[in-house]
């Protein structure tokens, strides 16, 4: 009993000096195998080291999560400005990859599960649609979204969301043609426009998707008869893009070209006074507007399989669809708004209203490879 409550009364003292020397504690350095002593205010330091590292890791691991990969085709300075304005607003950051459209989605493929992208944009419904069948995009069930894009606008499985619409029409010669002539697009393998059609390849996926909802609206046989006919009007060998379209009408080598709206009002306020004054010498014609209506299409985004970052890609899209930036693409990039609270710009509004093809959009990538059949039967390089 002696020997124990001697011990004790040890233990006790050894705790007193412990407390007045500082409180050091013992503790095995594992380097060494010997015991290491540390004080007190050594244990907090480290503590307050580990906690501040873990909260650097969290910080570093918010700001690393603050971000939205984007592969992108579209080129304009206007969608750089809304992507800063989004980074403004959110704080996540935009980080893009810009490249041909078929490259971005064949780059898709290569990279399946290990892709950066969270967001595809591209132009063509019909690639949108290709990028779909090709397991690239997942299903956006959004109710914002939703409501920003209407049904006729967005994959059946909401798959893909358009962004802009673009309006397929007759660009003509204001000095040679009276607008009264015009009528529908069948109407241009009349005879009477033979050798005055300019018109860009069949490799283009503008003209693809065109003969594509001819197809939708009338068969094969109606889309072939249609194809067939403007190669025999054409004033020259396919070539150029849409704007070389415009210029070739000004130039007198045809009097109409088929294109795309947009084009027109990019030439209009061009820095370019070669294009502005080409784009002032043309009129634009919506066809078919007492029949099918005019085509459009789009240009569209999909939230990609295998996203990171899936929750900043989706507020993205909101807000690409929101107001702000419809009235942006609108009034800078000169496409028709997707929201149907944002009314067209000024330009758009001048160039009248019209009746577009109420057709499904998927329809286009579905009978692409139609198309480009027909195309190769009748010739059209």
């Known amino acids: 009993m002696k020997t124990n409550s001697m011990i004790k009364m040890v233990s006790v003292l050894l705790g007193l000096i412990m407390l007045v020397t500082g409180c050091k504690i013992n503790t095995e350095d594992k380097s060494t195998g010997q015991d290491k002593v ?116 967005r994959d059946n499985d909401n798959q893909w969301f358009a962004l802009t619409v673009r309006a397929r029409v007759i660009v003509y010669a204001k000095d040679r043609i009276d607008p009264t002539e015009l ?58 893009n849409d704007r070389a379209q415009a210029t070739a009408v000004v130039a007198g080598e045809g009097d109409l070209a088929i294109m795309n709206t947009y084009y027109i009002g990019k030439m209009l306020n061009s820095s370019d006074v070669e294009e502005v004054n080409v784009a002032e010498q043309v009129g634009i014609f919506f066809p078919d507007q007492d029949g099918q209506g005019t085509h459009i299409n789009v240009s569209g985004m999909g939230l990609t399989k295998h996203s990171k970052h899936s929750e900043n890609a989706i507020k993205l899209m909101k807000f690409l669809t929101g107001e702000l930036a419809q009235e942006q693409y609108a009034n800078a990039n000169y496409e028709y708004p997707v929201n149907v609270n944002v009314e067209p710009s000024a330009l758009l509004k001048s160039w009248g209203d019209f009746k577009a093809q109420d057709i499904d959009l998927s329809l286009l990538g579905e009978y692409n490879s139609k198309a480009t059949r027909l195309f190769n039967e009748v010739d059209w390089q």
């Open 38 to 153: 540390i004080t007190d205010d050594t244990a907090i330091d480290e503590t307050q080291n580990d906690d501040e590292k873990e909260s650097d890791k969290e910080q570093e691991k918010t700001i690393k999560e603050q971000v939205v990969n984007l592969y992108t085709d579209r080129h304009y300075d206007t969608d750089e400005a809304l992507y800063n304005k989004f980074t403004e607003e959110t704080g996540i950051q935009v980080n893009i990859v810009k490249g041909k459209s078929d490259e971005l989605i064949e780059r898709l493929v290569m990279e399946d599960a290990d892709t950066h992208a969270d967001l595809l944009i591209t132009a063509d419904a019909g690639r949108l649609h290709r990028a779909k069948t090709k397991g690239l995009l997942q299903t956006v069930e959004n109710d914002a979204l939703l409501k920003n894009v209407p049904v006729n606008l």
């Open 183 to 240: 009528s529908t697009y069948a109407d241009l393998t009349q005879e009477k426009w033979e050798n005055r059609i300019l018109v860009r390849s069949s490799t283009n996926i503008y003209n693809q998707s065109l003969l594509a909802s001819f197809i939708a609206i009338g068969g094969e046989e109606k889309a072939k008869e249609w194809a067939k006919g403007i190669v025999g009007n054409m004033a020259r060998k396919p070539q150029g």
